[in-house]
């Protein structure tokens, strides 16, 4: 399934509002309409707990799993589809980290392995790129997509 060009742009804007923290967000929905949910970054309050084992949030994000789980839920109730999971690299380029990959799977396969997972690059306050990945089953990796 493919990103509306509306839902693009506020992907875009919340890169843009959050720098130079890294953002994060969910696209639910169908085949007729999408909705983004952005979540706040929690990282910086983490790291208070423990500087040396976690980053800031400019190189990394945490959320609320509780809010997650909310969003998650709100949207199998209305039969709506997790369609993608985005975030930002503030003043790095859209790759698919290690760190990435190791937040979106658990026993080494993703939660939601139909979803999207966009990376947007932000330089210097701007989108400088984005890049679209997806789980590959038979690889058990995620690849990069023509976008």
């Known amino acids: 399934m493919k990103l509306d060009k ?8 919340h890169s843009i509002e959050t720098y130079p923290d890294e953002c994060f967000g969910i696209v639910i929905g169908d ?8 979540f706040e970054n929690v990282q910086n309050k983490i790291r208070e707990t423990d500087p040396g084992r976690y ?32 975030h930002s690299h503030p003043d790095h380029e859209a790759y698919f980290s290690q760190t990435d990959v190791e937040a979106q799977t658990v026993f080494d396969e993703p939660e939601f392995p139909e979803a999207l997972h966009v990376v947007v690059s932000v330089m210097k306050g701007k989108i400088h790129d984005m890049k679209c990945y997806r789980w590959d089953r038979d690889r058990r990796d995620f690849i990069i997509l023509a976008y």
Do not use: N
Request: net charge positive.
């Open 55 to 86: 980053s800031d949030s400019s190189t990394g994000y945490f959320i609320d799993r509780k809010k997650f789980d909310i969003v998650v839920s709100s949207a199998k109730q209305q039969e709506k589809k997790i369609i993608a999971f985005y």
């Open 31 to 38: 085949e007729k309409e999408q909705t983004v949910r952005k």
């Open 6 to 13: 509306d839902v693009i742009e506020e992907i875009y804007r």
